[in-house]
């Protein structure tokens, strides 16, 4: 019972998009396990749904990510949440573009002027080690 609604619940946070069920149910089986003090291991759920561990890890990282994860149990199974997440690819390609504006805005930042300054400091350094080097 714990697994459907764990699938549910991935369902609505949009993990299913683009993805196969046996990735999702192996995560599900996995967090449920636990859940209910069943030591599973992830081979033995590989095993279970034929898919990849590092499929599985995937799975668990992204659910990971949701605000659903950060319940506890009995939060869990007595609370629906009414808010939903994004789907994990439009979640990691918004990392990306903030990324890369960070980088632009550093790029920006660092003017010709600071790396006319770290020259001045390389050529002091590099005269300070040719006096202080023994003959």
């Given amino acids: ?16 998009t683009g993805r196969r069920p046996s990735g999702l149910c192996g995560a599900a ?17 590989v095993g279970i749904v034929k898919v990849c561990e590092q499929t599985l890890r995937k799975r668990l990282t992204e659910f990971g990510d949701t605000p659903t994860s950060q319940l506890t149990i009995e939060e869990f199974m007595k609370v629906d949440l009414d808010q939903e997440c994004d789907p994990p690819c439009f979640t990691s390609g918004l990392q990306k573009k903030r990324i890369q504006q960070l980088e632009a805005e550093l790029a920006e930042t660092a003017s010709p002027s600071s790396s006319d300054e770290i020259c001045s400091y390389q050529d002091e350094i590099d005269s300070e080690l040719q006096t202080s080097r023994p003959k």
């Fill in 1 to 16: 019972m714990t697994a459907m609604r764990l699938v549910q619940r991935m369902k609505r946070d949009w993990m299913h």
């Fill in 29 to 45: 089986l996995l967090v449920a396990a636990r859940m209910h003090d069943f030591r599973r291991t992830t081979k033995e759920i």
